[in-house]
């Protein structure tokens, strides 16, 4: 199993851009989120998803989108990319089923997003 | 929701002696708290949780304690090495078998262990 897989690792934009910061897992979890990195300030959650078609709020959402078409994939999109994203993102998936969930998330090895 | 504070924001203690770090939590409802560690460049990983219905867990150097009560729950190494350098992550959410979970983290701890 490859776990959780961010692309790409770097990447460098200017104010206005926008993108998308691919994450996919093949451990057949339900649960995934993103996660953004700044220091001082610990992991602060954008979004999450509970199950493919389903997706919802966290701390920080303003200025991102998601969707999860697939239980696989979770893509983080920045519509107009502003300096106060330059960041480093991390997915992280769990499993959410009813039987072995031990609520241990498993890291993307991160994303970071310098926007000029 | 749930407010995570975490102390100290830098930690240096020399190889061999022991370190601790706290963590205070907002949400008595919380009841599962997750220790994560992250090295330098790296992607966090979980070293060790608790749920409310313990007061204490180990793992071979590394412990950690709850006190429901205050709502407060400690990240106890041991006989630290160099290897223990890194930033430690502690969160909390309300958990439960068949939910998914919205860890809250705290703002972590860089830990340097020196010769």
């Known amino acids: 199993n490859a776990g959780v897989t961010q692309t790409p690792k770097f990447q460098v934009l200017k104010t206005g851009q926008s993108m998308t910061l691919q994450c996919a897992q093949d451990m057949n979890h339900e649960y995934m989120s993103w996660y953004r990195q700044d220091p001082g300030m610990g992991l602060r959650l954008i979004h999450y998803?509970?199950?493919?078609?389903?997706?919802d709020q966290g701390e920080v959402p303003n200025g991102y989108n998601v969707s999860r078409s697939t239980t696989e994939d979770f893509p983080l999109r920045l519509l107009s990319a502003a300096p106060s994203q330059t960041s480093v993102y991390f997915c992280?998936?769990?499993?959410?089923?009813?039987?072995?969930?031990?609520?241990?998330?498993?890291f993307g090895e991160g994303s970071r997003l310098t926007v000029l | 929701g749930e407010n995570v504070e975490q102390h100290p924001s830098t930690l240096s203690v020399q190889e061999g002696d022991s370190a601790v770090i706290k963590c205070t939590y907002s949400d008595s409802a919380s009841n599962y708290f997750p220790w994560y560690k992250q090295e330098l460049g790296k992607r966090p990983q979980l070293i060790i949780d608790i749920r409310s219905n313990v007061g204490e867990k180990k793992d071979q150097r590394i412990a950690v304690t709850l006190n429901k009560t205050a709502k407060h729950f400690s990240l106890h190494i041991t006989e630290t090495q160099p290897e223990d350098s890194a930033v430690y992550f502690c969160?909390?959410?309300?958990?439960?078998?068949?939910?998914?979970?919205?860890?809250?983290f705290g703002t972590g701890t860089r830990l340097q262990v020196t010769l």
């Open positions: 992280a998936s769990s499993y959410g089923g009813t039987s072995r969930n031990t609520g241990e998330l498993f």
């Open positions: 969160a909390a959410v309300k958990f439960y078998t068949g939910t998914a979970s919205k860890l809250t």
């Open positions: 998803s509970v199950g493919a078609g389903i997706t």
